[in-house]
């Protein structure tokens, strides 16, 4: 009868695509992920993977029983916070998708006051951008994710805080000295772009206006757009939080319309966080309530 580490080594193995992550994953060595899949294939009689030399693939057969595998792991998921919530314990791992912006502000602090007052509790951390969080979401990779809305209809999303976009410009940029700007002064600018799986909000705001940006670059490191629009090579929006490490010659500029976006943290619908993790929300909407930006 196959067992749940079984199960388990088999799952972590497809999501991370090689024994040897799996077993630093597993805290295992790499044999011993080795035997517990051709233990695993000789319970079921079946073969589930394919070796290549970098990877691990699932066979036809593999494929349809990983799927039952993620189910059954999922029901123990939910079994153990079932058990946990009943004994009101905040212990255990939690697993959060994470947002490069979140990351430079509120989640230092968050950790900080986890390790502080619930040191039972590991938190591992993911960081994504919006669609690999949704989908990390959806196959059960992270417990909980931070995101911006809309969020997909399968997730459940909770508040935690309004991220207001700024325009940057660099300090000779022609617009850096007025007080307040419109997006139609920026409607011939060059536009160096957040990529659209990083932010989705800019290309929204800007089709909204009906304005068409001349995108002379596109980018997925937060800092490297701001090394770029300080060089004078285009303008660009931003939300607010990444710009507390941003260059001192960094012009930010308001709009004379309030534009932001709405952070927050999601779960799967039908599943059922953990104490540690619904703590974890908590204690981000506490925290965010003194947050640097919403001041």
């Not at 060595?29 to 899949?37: E, G, K, L, N």
């Not at 970098?54 to 349809?64: D, P, Q, R």
């Not at 990529?195 to 001349?214: A, T």
Request: glycine share 4%; net charge negative.
């Amino acid at each position: 009868m196959p067992t749940l580490a079984q199960y388990i080594a088999l799952h972590t193995l497809i999501e991370t695509g090689n024994f040897t992550e799996t077993g630093l994953k597993l805290n295992l060595t790499q044999s011993s992920i080795t035997h517990a899949m051709n233990n695993l294939e000789k319970e079921l009689d079946l073969s589930l993977i394919i070796r290549n030399r970098n990877n691990v693939i699932l066979t036809s057969n593999g494929k349809m029983v990983y799927d039952h595998v993620s189910k059954i792991l999922q029901e123990q998921q939910k079994l153990d916070n079932t058990v946990a919530n009943l004994k009101k314990l905040i212990s255990g791992t939690i697993t959060v998708g994470v947002l490069p912006s979140v990351s430079l502000v509120l989640l230092p602090k968050v950790l900080s006051y986890f390790e502080q007052h619930y040191p039972d509790v590991t938190i591992q951390l993911k960081e994504g951008d919006y669609d690999q969080i949704e989908n990390w979401l959806q196959h059960g990779v992270v417990d909980i994710g931070f995101l911006a809305e809309p969020v997909s209809e399968n997730l459940i999303f909770d508040f935690i805080f309004e991220d207001q976009l700024l325009c940057i410009m660099a300090k000779d940029h022609p617009l850096a000295s007025e007080e307040h700007l419109t997006l139609n002064q920026l409607q011939d600018e060059r536009w160096i772009m957040p990529k659209q799986n990083i932010d989705r909000d800019v290309l929204r705001i800007l089709s909204k206006h009906k304005i068409i940006p001349n995108i002379v670059y596109e980018l997925s490191v937060d800092q490297a757009i701001l090394t770029m629009v300080t060089e004078n090579l285009g303008v660009s929006i931003v939300p607010k939080s990444i710009l507390h490490h941003a260059p001192a010659d960094l012009i930010q500029k308001n709009f004379t319309e309030h534009y932001a976006r709405t952070v927050g943290i999601a779960h799967k619908r039908n599943t059922y966080p953990s104490p540690a993790a619904m703590k974890f929300v908590e204690t981000c909407e506490k925290l965010a309530e003194n947050f640097p930006i919403n001041n």
